[in-house]
C-alpha cells in the first residue's frame, strides 16, 4: 500500500535525504538517489554498508528515519508493497510442500494483476516440472520458479537481495541471462544485490556503490566507465578508496 506523493517524480526510486538509523547507529546515512527507468542496477558495497537497508525502504518493511522515498511518485506506507514492485532475497518464498503448479496458483490468488500465461512460460522455458514439489527442486529450478513468481505480477521495479547467492556459477549465469532477456523485454527496472561483481559485469547498466551507509558512486556504467574500465574493477577501486579514507 502507498500513499501519493505529489511533489515526487514518478521514477522507480526517487530519495530526498532519506535515512535509517537504530541505536547502533546509522545504517543508511541521508541520502539523495534516483533510479531511472529501464535500468538494470547493481547495488554493492561490503556487508554492512547499507544495501537491504535501501531495499527494505524501497519495500516499505522498513520507514525512513531522515528525509523522504518515492517509489514510482508514491510513499511506501508500510502496509505491504507498491503494486508495481517485486521482491526476492536469498531466502526465497517457496513453500516445499506445494507443487510448482500450485505456487503459480498461489501467485495468481495473492496478486490481482497476475499474468498465469506468462508464469507458466517462464517456469517451461526453465525446464522445470510443473507437477514437481519445490522440496524436490535443485537450487537454480526453486530460483527459477522464485523469479517466475515475482515476475508474474508484471512488476515495474524488481528487487533483488543476494538471491543467487547459494546456487553454482553455472546456474548464476543461466538464471541471470533468463532474467536479463526478460528485463530487457518487459521494461522492467531489476536491482540486484550480489557480492560477486564478476557476475554483474555486462549484465548491469546502472551502478549504486554504497560504503559504510553512503553512497560512494551512482550512475549509468557506460558514464562511470567512460575510460573503459570494468565494471568490477571500478567498484574495488572505490571500495579501497572508500574504506582508506574511512581508516584515515
Not at 511518485?73 to 526465497?92: E, F, I, M, N, W
Request: charged letters at 20%; a positive charge.
Amino acid at each position: 500500500m502507498s500513499t501519493r506523493s505529489h511533489s515526487g517524480p514518478a521514477l522507480p526510486v526517487h530519495t530526498d535525504g532519506v535515512g535509517k538509523k537504530y541505536r547502533r547507529g546509522w545504517a543508511l546515512r541521508p541520502v539523495s538517489l534516483v533510479i531511472p527507468h529501464n535500468r538494470v542496477v547493481a547495488l554493492v558495497g561490503p556487508n554492512g554498508a547499507g544495501k537491504s537497508t535501501l531495499m527494505g525502504l524501497v519495500t516499505g518493511m522498513s520507514r525512513p528515519t531522515a528525509g523522504s522515498i518515492t517509489v514510482f511518485g508514491d510513499r511506501p506506507t508500510g502496509r505491504g508493497l507498491h503494486p508495481a514492485v517485486s521482491y526476492l532475497a536469498q531466502q526465497k518464498p517457496l513453500y516445499k510442500q506445494l507443487t510448482v503448479a500450485e505456487t503459480l496458483e498461489f501467485g495468481a490468488r495473492t496478486n490481482p494483476a497476475w499474468d498465469q500465461r506468462y508464469a507458466e512460460r517462464l517456469v517451461e522455458q526453465a525446464k522445470v516440472p510443473m507437477n514437481a514439489k519445490v522440496g524436490t527442486l535443485s537450487g537454480g529450478q526453486r530460483t527459477r520458479v522464485a523469479l517466475a513468481l515475482a515476475l508474474g505480477k508484471r512488476p515495474r521495479l524488481l528487487l533483488l537481495d543476494e538471491p543467487l547467492a547459494d546456487l553454482d556459477p553455472l546456474a548464476r549465469e543461466a538464471v541471470l541471462r533468463a532474467l536479463l532477456a526478460e528485463a530487457r523485454t518487459q521494461g522492467i527496472t531489476v536491482v540486484l544485490s550480489s557480492h560477486v561483481l564478476a557476475e554483474l559485469e555486462g549484465v548491469c547498466d546502472h551502478l549504486v556503490l554504497l560504503h559504510s551507509g553512503r553512497i560512494v558512486l551512482a550512475g549509468d556504467v557506460n558514464r562511470l566507465s567512460a575510460d573503459g574500465t570494468p565494471l568490477g574493477q571500478l567498484v574495488l577501486h572505490h571500495m579501497r578508496a572508500a574504506a582508506q579514507e574511512e581508516a584515515a
